[in-house]
Nanobody, 114 residues
Framework: QVQFVESGGGLVQAGGSLRLSCAVS????????MAWYRQTPSKERELVAT???????NYADSVEGRFTVSRDNAKSTMYLQMDNLQPADTAVYYC????????WGQGTQVAVSS
């Protein structure tokens, strides 16, 4: 069974940085298109960044130029480097396939103070 384990969240001030990790088990990670998503209580879950198995990456307009997605296929792990964080980035961040499966990991909370 596939499992997603997110980590690395925390509380930072605006302008700060965090690096999230997503460990995936139970799947052929290197052959999978992966993505980071985020959700707040007032919004539906939204796509933040995509890591295509071929190496291509894509970003939501709101994070373009500030976030960088990467992956280590040998470790079955995906990362999200988040720089110049803003209060609007406050959310629970999740990883999943792209397109996403119906089940999700526990996510990791990111809180950005102004």
């Amino acid at each position: 069974q596939v499992q997603f384990v997110e980590s690395g969240g925390g509380l930072v001030q605006a302008g700060g940085s965090l690096r999230l990790s997503c460990a995936v088990s139970g799947s052929s990670f290197s052959n999978s298109n992966m993505a980071w998503y985020r959700q707040t209580p007032s919004k539906e879950r939204e796509l933040v960044a995509t890591s295509v198995r071929t190496g291509t990456t894509n970003y939501a307009d709101s994070v373009e130029g500030r976030f960088t997605v990467s992956r280590d296929n040998a470790k079955s792990t995906m990362y999200l480097q988040m720089d110049n964080l803003q209060p609007a980035d406050t959310a629970v961040y999740y990883c999943n396939f792209r397109p996403a499966l119906a089940f999700w990991g526990q996510g990791t909370q990111v809180a950005v103070s102004s």
